[in-house]
């Protein structure tokens, strides 16, 4: 197994260091290696943010670059943990991606077989990468060893590995029965003959996003059968989109039973743009509803492949007013930012953008009114509790938070956010990035800012260039 001291999970609170109270991005950029980041109140934010190419999108179009036939010219890749990990592991596995430019790569496609059939795999905290690895890889008759951080073990597999063990596959858990990390050996007699499976899907789209991306490689007709309800199921309208730029159709009835045809196979689109990050968009759309805007993202428009572009139409719902391009999306508050709150509460059934909901109940601080966030049981099983974490950290900025099993229901403090709290944030990306966005009302601290690295690494800078005291 290789070796990584990116060990880090949930986070306990550490003791801060004493930095300057200050957003100038050159001397945030310096506190990247620091322990925690003041972020000083501000009181407005306004401006354009290039976004970084989308996590999901780059971790789907490396893995088919790989498997297809031909090269793939990548543009606009995210360079990040998690597209790190993919790209290390293809690497691993014998692949050749070749940097072209700053985020551009070419990939020399392997025709669904990869060169290197016995290798260990070490993939962080990356379910995009670590899922459909496993997918793929069980198919490949080679020998291989996956394994991730800490957390990456605790987040359950067993959905997914039973699916697969319908195909034949040899899979075992090296560790706790049902999580990473895992063993996949070569099956003697060949993989079963059989190609109607059914894969339970209520823990993480994941698991069906896998099988979609290595059903093709057996050259066989397939029938996938979804047990239990689908959730986030836009991530599964984003698989079979990519699919279908490396000629692969998936025909689906309600999104409840996949028919691949036999003999498709994936071949190079020669050049592919990825688009700007939806997630990562949420919290400077959020910025502008909350600190006035204009704030416009680009890299993501109204005709997203993302689920998460949704997002935007929650922040209307709030009262933000929201405008479109192709390839922009702008947020701004309806009235004057001195008109607080000028946002309202919403009640919404977030199952469809569980990453950007996050950011929804930290605009909650702002809003008048109860915000009740449901239909969010997944978060439990991400980077962390995110639940728990979540309704911890608002009540540290004097909300009153109620958790229930599958939902977050949030009253912001009638007298204002208290200030001054240090933030924890557990190892989570987008704790520390939702937490920014509470300087828009009060000084806060984020423990360990370093951690956005797994979907953004310039997060702060980008958040400190928006932002105005
Ligand atoms: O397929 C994807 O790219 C993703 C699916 C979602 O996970 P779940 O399906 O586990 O909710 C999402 O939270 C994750 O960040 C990315
Ligand atoms: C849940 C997330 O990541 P992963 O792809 O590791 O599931 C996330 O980015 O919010």
């Not at 997630?279 to 997203?304: D, E, K, M, T």
């Not at 997002?311 to 933000?320: D, I, N, Q, S, Y």
């Not at 009302?441 to 702060?460: L, M, N, Q």
Request: net charge neutral; proline share 5%; glycine share 8%.
């Amino acid at each position: 197994m290789h070796e990584h001291d990116d060990n880090r999970q949930n986070a306990l609170p550490k003791v801060p260091n004493t930095v300057p109270n200050t957003l100038s991005s050159p001397i945030l950029h310096a506190q990247h290696a620091m322990k925690s980041l003041d972020l000083p109140l501000v009181k407005t934010a306004r401006g354009t943010v290039q976004l970084p190419g989308s996590k999901s999108i780059s971790n789907r179009i490396l893995l088919l670059a790989a498997l297809a036939t031909g090269n793939t010219h990548i543009h606009s890749l995210l360079a990040s943990d998690d597209t790190e990990h993919m790209r290390d592991a293809l690497g691993i596995l014998g692949v050749r991606i070749t940097q072209t430019g700053a985020n551009d790569y070419c990939v020399t496609g392997s025709q669904g077989r990869f060169p290197t059939q016995s290798a260990d795999l070490f993939l962080g905290n990356a379910g995009t990468a670590f899922r459909p690895l496993v997918a793929v890889l069980s198919l490949m008759q080679g020998h291989y060893r996956l394994a991730g951080v800490q957390r990456m073990h605790e987040r359950p597999i067993a959905d997914l590995v039973d699916a697969l063990r319908q195909l034949g596959a040899d899979i075992t858990y090296l560790g706790n029965a049902g999580f990473p990390p895992l063993e996949i050996k070569p099956v003697k007699t060949g993989l079963s003959q059989q190609h109607a499976i059914t894969v339970k899907s209520d823990v993480s789209s994941q698991f069906l996003t896998g099988l979609l991306m290595a059903l093709p490689l057996t050259g066989k007709a397939a029938t996938i059968t979804v047990t239990g309800t689908l959730i986030s199921q836009p991530y599964i309208a984003l698989t079979l989109a990519q699919m279908e730029y490396f000629g692969v159709r998936v025909e689906h009835r309600d999104w409840q039973q996949f028919t691949l045809p036999a003999r498709q196979l994936y071949r190079s689109p020669g050049t592919i743009t990825v688009e700007g990050d939806a997630s990562s968009a949420s919290y400077f759309l959020a910025a502008g509803a909350i600190g006035g805007g204009p704030v416009r993202v680009q890299g993501v428009g109204h005709n997203s492949a993302q689920g998460d572009v949704r997002f935007a139409h929650a922040l209307e719902k709030m009262g933000a007013q929201i405008t479109y391009g192709d390839n922009w999306i702008e947020s701004r508050a309806a009235q004057p930012r001195s008109s607080n709150p000028h946002l309202q509460a919403i009640d919404l059934d977030c199952n469809h953008i569980p990453d950007a909901a996050m950011t929804l109940a930290i605009t909650a601080l702002f809003a008048e009114g109860v915000t009740t966030l449901r239909n969010i049981a997944s978060w439990r099983l991400k980077e962390t509790d995110r639940l728990s974490a979540m309704a911890h950290e608002l009540r540290k900025l004097g909300a009153t938070v109620e958790e229930g099993s599958d939902c977050l229901r949030i009253t912001p403090p009638a007298s204002g956010l208290t200030s001054g709290a240090t933030i924890d944030t557990y190892d989570d990306h987008r704790m520390a990035m939702c937490f920014s966005l509470a300087s828009l009302g009060v000084a806060v601290r984020i423990h360990d800012p370093a951690c956005v690295s797994k979907t953004f690494p310039e997060y702060f800078d980008e958040f400190a260039r928006l932002v105005h005291i």
